[in-house]
T-cell receptor
Framework: DADVTQTPRNRITKTGKRIMLECSQT?????MYWYRQDPGLGLRLIYY???????NKGEISDGYSVSRQAQAKFSLSLESAIPNQTALYFC?????????????FGPGTRLTVL | GQNIDQPTEMTATEGAIVQINCTYQ??????LFWYQQHAGEAPTFLSY????GLEEKGRFSSFLSRSKGYSYLLLKELQMKDSASYLC???????????FGTGTKLQVIP
């Protein structure tokens, strides 16, 4: 079984729709992250959470919101999707206890906004 | 802020050696990661350098010079399956914030 899972894996939606991307992990890690990846721009951090009661904005949080429902679950919402939010979205986790902060990525969600 | 630079694309021949460079500017540097990412897949961890010098792990080695803000990933005995993007990422600050470079797309040709 995958340690970090994302649902859905692919989604096509229309401008103005509300979309939720979900991430679950069985690694027992305290930290979770949402990134988007666009060609030529690399991985950009949207939001991150260091524990259930901690939510922080990343470099491109506008138009997005998140919810950390439990240590194992971290959801990303697009309240009103727009075409430039078309991208590959990755969830990641890390363990603050290792002092390394190596990130483990989910398989990604390919989102297309028409 | 942080600035991470790496070449956009590289091509190398199967069986050869290739070096992928990364330069960075940051404050509160903790360490530098290298990740491999095949097209359409998730990035996977390759290495993490904290101290200056070369660390070898099988066919892959990673080098760090903190004073120069420079790292490289060395891939030996290239195989076709090494065709992928290689992401340089810097950890900085007390919370170990990780910032990724835009990646180097490596194509291995026969």
């Amino acid at each position: 079984d995958a340690d970090v899972t994302q649902t859905p894996r692919n989604r096509i939606t229309k401008t103005g729709k509300r979309i939720m991307l979900e991430c679950s992990q069985t690694k027992g890690h305290d930290r979770m992250y949402w990134y988007r990846q666009d060609p030529g721009l690399g991985l950009r951090l949207i939001y991150y959470s260091f524990d259930v009661k901690d939510i922080n904005k990343g470099e491109i949080s506008d138009g997005y919101s998140v919810s950390r429902q439990a240590q194992a679950k971290f959801s990303l919402s697009l309240e009103s999707a727009i075409p430039n939010q078309t991208a590959l979205y990755f969830c990641a986790t890390s363990d603050s206890g290792t002092g390394l902060n190596e990130q483990f990525f989910g398989p990604g969600t390919r989102l297309t906004v028409l | 802020g942080q600035n991470i630079d790496q070449p956009t694309e590289m091509t190398a021949t199967e069986g050869a050696i290739v070096q992928i460079n990364c330069t960075y500017q940051t404050s509160g540097f903790n360490g530098l990661f290298w990740y491999q990412q095949h097209a359409g897949e998730a990035p996977t961890f390759l290495s993490y350098n904290v101290l200056d010098g070369l660390e070898e792990k099988g066919r892959f080695s990673s080098f760090l010079s903190r004073s120069k803000g420079y790292s490289y990933l060395l891939l030996k005995e290239l195989q076709m399956k090494d065709s992928a993007s290689y992401l340089c990422a810097v950890s900085s600050g007390g919370y170990q914030k990780v910032t990724f470079g835009t990646g180097t797309k490596l194509q291995v040709i026969p």
